[in-house]
């Protein structure tokens, strides 16, 4: 069974067969059983356990699907800008409601930045119950973005390379990662993005768990590769520093303290998924 990482999982039926039917998601706004999520603060409003916060609805702009046979929608709120400063507010999201949390933030900040044709120019508008716009003067059609991201442990004689970003907290250290470029497959990322950031060569790239990165819209794909040798020649301009770390120091970390050889990723990230998944093989 591969990792199911945090925000990963179907959330919703996101009920696709519904959403080329304006009228039939006009009639489901109006249903008794109908919700709307509620925003706080540039984000999908949580309640003190951690659950995603509904009310009735009054601007049903985006169609999210539906819980059980019962609909829920979302307005066009506006989106926190800044990924990192809602870390914080994470830790609290319950897992369950991870997948949609992550698919409406992702929807509500591609909407707030797509609302012109990049074809023409015209001002467009949301179609397909918010899961495209639709340009009436060119009749172009555009869709929500997603930008594949490799994420990857690399591997040599039984120890991990992590890297540290200078905008990352005190002592963080993590998996590195970069975006795939045109044409690009993702073993071929990988084996890029580890030669220029650390300057070491990787082999036998092997996939192990997606996970959809609402800031604003990525698809992190995890993946393990072995190197060819420990001799790094870091990319200052992309990291501040690069180790290499022992099971034993990866095992610490993961269990907490000040003490620990480093801070790692914390749950929500597809990282910190790695790491667990690596020691436990």
Known sequence: MRPEPFFSGPGLDRADQLRGTPERIAALAEREDARQLRWRD?????????????????????????SGDAPRF????????????????????????????????????????????????????????????SCPNCSAEHF?????????LVEHDDRLLLGRQPHYPERRYSALAGFVEVGESFENAVVREVREEAGIDVKDVRYIASQPWPFPSSLMIGCHATASSDDLIIDSTELEDARWFTRDEVRQ???????????????????????????SA
Do not use: K
Not at 42 to 55: F, H, N, T, Y
Not at 254 to 260: N, T, V
């Open 253 to 279: 970390s993961l269990s907490g303290g000040y003490s620990a050889p480093f801070q790692a990723p914390p749950p929500s990230a597809i990282a910190r998924t790695l790491l667990e998944d690596w020691l």
């Open 42 to 66: 540039g984000l999908p409003e949580m309640d003190q356990s951690g659950r995603l916060v509904w009310a009735q609805v009054s601007d049903p702009v985006l169609f999210l699907g539906l």
């Open 144 to 152: 929500p973005r997603v930008d594949p991201v490799v994420i990857m």
């Open 74 to 133: 979302s307005p066009l709120a506006e989106a926190a800008s800044q990924a990192f400063s809602v870390m914080p507010l994470l830790a609290q999201l319950d897992a369950s409601d991870a997948p949609l949390f992550a698919a409406a933030l992702s929807l509500v900040r591609w909407h707030s930045r797509h609302g012109y044709c990049a074809n023409c120019g015209h001002r467009t508008m949301a179609v397909r119950g918010g899961w495209s716009r």
